[in-house]
């Protein structure tokens, strides 16, 4: 009975080794998708934390894409990538900054998915199985020029970008050369998609996962090549500004600026607000307790003749603080100069001297800094704001002030952590006081001697 109880735990074990290693065996590769299209997977998505998504998995999260009325893909295919690529290699390197513009894309997205893991198999299919699901229109680009891309709405779009190779070797920064350039055809691409006003979706990943090197000695060089180059980060593009007479009285900068209306239409502002400029500032006002950021849109989509969007800041005096502080108070959207849609917003304030910074400015509730719809008009509306920073007062030489940002020194988790330290700090207390109340008796029973009495007043 020994003999075949052992027997059956050996063979276990080795059925348990067996499958763990067919586990680990697996080559898994990142899949990120996002979309204009607002709502296509559902939030509530969630594969628990080492899951591989299979390929079978994968057809269904991606049937999304297929129900809509607009069918145009773009498939982004990477010789390498693993989703620690985007940890490893997310500090900028100079002038070089890895992975910025799909961020900012995924967070300014209306919807979008991050598959850490999904089967290496199932992205060798990947194509073929798109081809089959519907009628594309296959167009392949493969000399990395994304500027001359037009687009035929009236059938399905499948394009299919093969992005540049790159090495994971750390020895030099080609490697994150390489992925600010892939990075920049990105955005490139994403950009020039959305001043054509088509609704599409995008599949980012890659044919195998990569390998990053994990020796002490690079990964330090490596850190302090990155810390001995603190230079100042430079926008490709200056921030807009008014001028009342002489002097600049609103400064105002976004990296990424766009809304949607009724859940459909996909209106991005950021070029002809800040590159082109094509946009009519008239309208707005400066003085010492208000000032009205005014811009004005001509035609910025087909559907909308005209479109103004406004916001209004004052600069008051308080006397807990004992300073004035600047305040973004209201945001308003005004289209074809009939429909207003007003916002309220939250935590959009800072000492007057300063500037107001945020990373992400919307009506998400994940974003930071919230525009909450205070009309039903409003509702209609989405805004995605990215790396927001405006100054309506005090500006100095004509450049942004020392920028107060949206999160607070004390976040949740140093709440947390100050209140069990509280807690701890008294429990200690208590402990040590009770011990030092403790007191021994004055008098002893000897059990050869009388009994000890003790008299009721002591």
Known sequence: MTQFCSAALVQLLCTMVV?????????????LLWSTWRLQWNPDTALHEGHIVSTQELAVLLQPVFTQNSKNLVLLVQDTLSVDDFTYYSEPYGNKKPFQNVQEILQSSPSSLVLPAVDCRAI????????ESADWKLTNITNLDVSQLEVNTSKPNLFVVQLQPFISNLNDVSTLEAIAENDKII??????LQEQEIHFSVIYTAVRPSRISRRSDVAWKLRRQLMATEEEDSSSYPPLNV??????CILFYASNFSLQANDSLFIDLTNITFVNQNVDIS??????????????????VS?????EIRFLMTNMFYEVSARNWSTLELVEIVQ???????????VISAPAEYSFHCQLVGTSNLYPAKLIPSNDEAKNWDVFISRFQIQGFNIENGQFSYASDCTSFFTPGIWMGLVTSVVLLWILAY????????????????????????????
């Open 243 to 248: 001028t009342n007479g002489n002097y600049t």
């Open 187 to 192: 955005g490139r691409l994403i950009m020039g």
């Open 303 to 307: 559907e909308i003749n005209s479109l």
């Open 283 to 300: 309208s707005s006002e400066c003085s010492d307790t208000n000032t009205t950021l005014s811009l004005k849109y001509t035609n910025p």
């Open 124 to 131: 060798r299919y990947l194509l073929g199985f798109l081809q």
């Open 19 to 31: 499958l763990f290693n067919v586990t680990l065996s697996v080559e898994h590769v990142p899949v």
């Open 336 to 346: 074809d100069d009939e429909k207003l849609a007003k916002f309220n917003v939250s």
């Open 431 to 458: 402990g040590i006081h009770m011990i030092m109340q403790l007191t021994t008796n004055s008098r002893f029973d000897d059990p050869k001697g009388p009994a000890l009495s003790v008299p009721q007043t002591e």
